[in-house]
């Protein structure tokens, strides 16, 4: 009877340890929220276009964590759809160069344009910091 009320208690504790509840409460390398990255894509949306715009959607399409020179990153592959208004969307600066590690496609009949590719995010302290990528030659 004891052995049988133990194995009960142990099976209950597991069930517990391991139920998303217990994973809810996170210490190190958690990923972060669609509503982060969002963010994250909007502050270099803010640095790239110089057209008035706004972000109709935003969608994570996958995900993959690890670990560089002892500090956690995630990358999150995305999908954004932004709205402008004009003409044409004018960037900044030339060949929107903030824009160089994603796929940019205008739309320019519905004056949309759709931007997908990894998004790359580094933990710093317990906030998501969107890495700052240089662009590369053009």
Same mark, same amino acid.
């Given at each position: ?5 133990? =194995?009960?208690?142990? &099976? ?6 391991? @139920?998303?509840? &217990?994973?809810? =409460?996170?210490?190190?390398? *958690?990923?972060?929220?669609? &509503? ?20 109709? @959607? ?10 560089? =020179?002892? /500090? ?19 960037? /900044?600066?030339?060949? *929107? ?12 009949? @519905?004056?949309? =344009? ?25």
């Amino acid at each position: 009877m004891r052995a049988a009320t133990r =194995a009960i208690m142990v &099976a209950g504790f597991l069930a517990l340890a391991l @139920s998303p509840a &217990a994973r809810a =409460a996170c210490t190190e390398n *958690c990923e972060p929220s669609v &509503a982060v990255a969002r963010t994250a894509m909007q502050q270099i949306f803010r640095q790239t276009f110089l057209s008035p715009y706004t972000l109709v @959607s935003f969608e994570k399409l996958d995900g993959r964590s690890g670990e560089r =020179a002892g /500090r956690p990153f995630y990358e999150m592959r995305i999908r954004a759809v932004v709205s402008y208004e004009g003409v044409r969307l004018r960037c /900044r600066r030339s060949s *929107c160069p903030e824009l160089h590690h994603y796929l940019l496609e205008v739309d320019a009949p @519905s004056k949309k =344009a759709t931007v997908a590719g990894w998004l790359f995010l580094e933990r710093q302290g317990d906030r998501w910091q969107p890495v700052p990528l240089t662009p590369g030659p053009r």
